[in-house]
């Protein structure tokens, strides 16, 4: 039954009924006219039985007609079936209604793009491993392999064994059913295996491995396709920094970009904190981030102990031997911080920023967890920076409820304030700085401040021991930033090298506006 016939049955249907119910009407009132002389004629009890029989008969015509209708609509289609359903016109109901307006709205204002039609040759699982910005990375290169190798990828697992030991599911994060329909003409995502094969996963029938890291597209063209393909469940764990930066289709890294920058959306929850902090920041002008990555995890993890008292470094050093997946264990942290690897210390940031010349009254969001020391190490930036604010400073605790022992919802909260902010400064080179600032060039070549460690902790080193004044010594700071705000820059590619090469994130330049002149070299 066509679309037209069903609009003209449903209108014969609302005039059967109007006349129906005008039937009753009429009827009602010519019986108390006429009074109790009738009611011993039996002629007029079988005419009165005879009409009741016919309205009987409209109503079960009436209704199977309606049934019709709206089976025949619903396999129209499923785009369009539920809309026209929604929008039903009703007999009662004007077409111009408020109702019926805003329908109409809704379904303008959610367009899905059209599904892409291939041949799966798979199931890809997904297990990440990291804090929430290598977790980030990983999932955006995972939709570029599924799309590539043409499979249908399951709804990534998040971490929740390292260090932050944190429950959140994707989900939690991340606007699950936004990142589906938003990829769905490049691949198919589901939040869980089919049926059948989600038996077999749970019974532990699933082929398991990881990727090997720094990996070409052939690498997952000619060793993991087979895999999918034998085994129809491929499982893949510890994703992080597995596929490569350079030497990829030009179509793939538009895709990471299209995954991070758009499909990887947080929750609604999360992103309407993020925008409360953002104004709350705001309302005395510009303000700068802060991301001071002196965690005593970071610590731990680095061995860099450089300010720390004894007990502290014995501490640090108990949690790094305590975790047997950090393999650096004996480190010296001296010869690290010379050799730039090291976060830079609260009072070292301190003296960088006055160097630089940021405005002592400017608001500094701290973009981090825990400091290390607490108010003993951030007393010089403190003294220096009074308007330093946290998120727990600026919300109220029963806003943050939800988010206590969810590292990666805080760390989450932390990266949309720091997308934002005036200007972005990271202490250390990190995967949220790096993360963070490849977000801002794409939305502008906002100003980031890529500190050069090993440069800055030698002239903090010469200004603390009298060979610099204040003035050479900010002057130096200032010379050697000049190229390093977040400018539009060539990613440093080294052949054969590619953990010591720019990453992929931090300047996704085959996504980005570059400007026709000559660009530096990043380094």
């Known amino acids: 039954m066509g679309k037209e016939n069903c609009g003209d049955r449903y209108n014969e249907m609302c005039r059967l009924e109007k006349l129906r119910e005008s039937d009753y009407t009429v009827g009602d009132e010519r019986q108390r006219k006429m009074g109790l002389k009738y009611l011993g004629d039996s002629t007029k009890v079988e005419k009165l039985k005879g009409s009741r029989m016919k309205l009987w008969m409209i109503r079960m015509t009436t209704t199977v007609l309606l049934w019709t209708c709206v089976v025949q609509l619903t396999a129209l289609g499923e785009m369009w079936g539920p809309r026209v359903l929604k929008g039903w016109p009703s007999c009662f109901t004007p077409s111009d209604s408020p109702v019926a307006v805003e329908s109409s709205v809704i379904a303008k204002r959610i367009v899905l793009p059209p599904k892409r039609i291939y041949k799966n040759n798979g199931y890809l699982m997904v297990s990440c491993n990291g804090g929430l910005n290598q977790m980030r990375a990983a999932i955006c290169d995972m939709v570029a392999i599924a799309r590539y190798l043409n499979v249908t990828l399951i709804v990534p697992e998040l971490d929740k064994t390292s260090f932050w030991a944190d429950p959140s599911e994707f989900k939690d994060i991340f606007d699950v059913d936004h990142f589906i329909a938003s990829l769905r003409d490049e691949v198919r995502i589901l939040k869980e295996l089919p049926v059948r094969l989600k038996k077999r996963a749970e019974q532990g029938m ?35 920094a597995r596929l490569a930066n350079n030497g990829l289709p030009i179509e793939i890294q538009k895709l990471r970009c299209r995954v991070n920058f758009s499909a990887l959306r947080f929750t609604a929850q999360i ?23 002196y965690e005593m995890d970071m610590l731990a993890f ?21 975790y047997p997946w950090w393999k650096e264990k004996v480190v010296n942290s001296d010869l690290k911080r010379k050799d730039g690897l090291c976060p830079m210390t609260p009072e070292e940031t ?50 943050l409820r939800l988010f206590q022992n969810h590292s990666s919802q805080m760390a989450a909260l932390d990266y949309l304030v720091s997308l934002e902010s005036d200007i972005f400064v990271p202490t250390y080179d990190g995967n949220m700085a790096k993360v963070v600032e490849g977000h801002r060039r794409f939305l502008g070549y906002r100003k980031t401040v890529l500190l050069e460690r090993k440069l800055l902790v030698d002239l903090i080193d010469r200004y603390n021991e009298g060979f610099l004044s204040w003035d050479e010594f900010s002057s130096l700071v200032k010379e050697a930033h000049a190229d390093r705000m977040g400018a539009p820059t060539r990613r440093v590619m080294i052949p ?28």
């Open 206 to 240: 699933v082929y398991s491995m990881p990727p090997i890291s720094w990996s070409n597209i052939s690498y997952y063209l000619h060793q993991i396709l087979p895999l999918i393909q034998r085994h129809k469940i491929l499982h893949l764990n510890k994703t992080d």
């Open 271 to 293: 992103e309407e904190l993020g925008r409360r902090v953002i104004k709350l920041l705001r309302q005395n002008g510009p303000f700068l981030a802060l991301h001071l990555r």
């Open 302 to 322: 680095s061995g860099c102990t450089h300010g720390c008292s004894d007990e502290e470094v014995e501490e640090l050093t108990r949690m790094r031997y305590a």
């Open 350 to 399: 301190a003296l960088i920023l006055r160097a630089l010349n940021i405005d002592r009254s400017v608001r500094i969001y701290i973009a981090a967890g825990e400091i290390y020391g607490g108010e003993r190490r951030m007393a010089s930036l403190s003294s220096a920076y009074p308007n330093l604010v946290r998120k727990e400073m600026l919300l109220e605790p029963s806003d």
């Open 496 to 523: 054969d090298r590619p953990k010591e090469e720019d990453y992929f994130y931090s300047n996704p330049q085959e996504c980005l506006q570059l400007s026709d002149g000559p660009l530096s070299t990043s380094s």
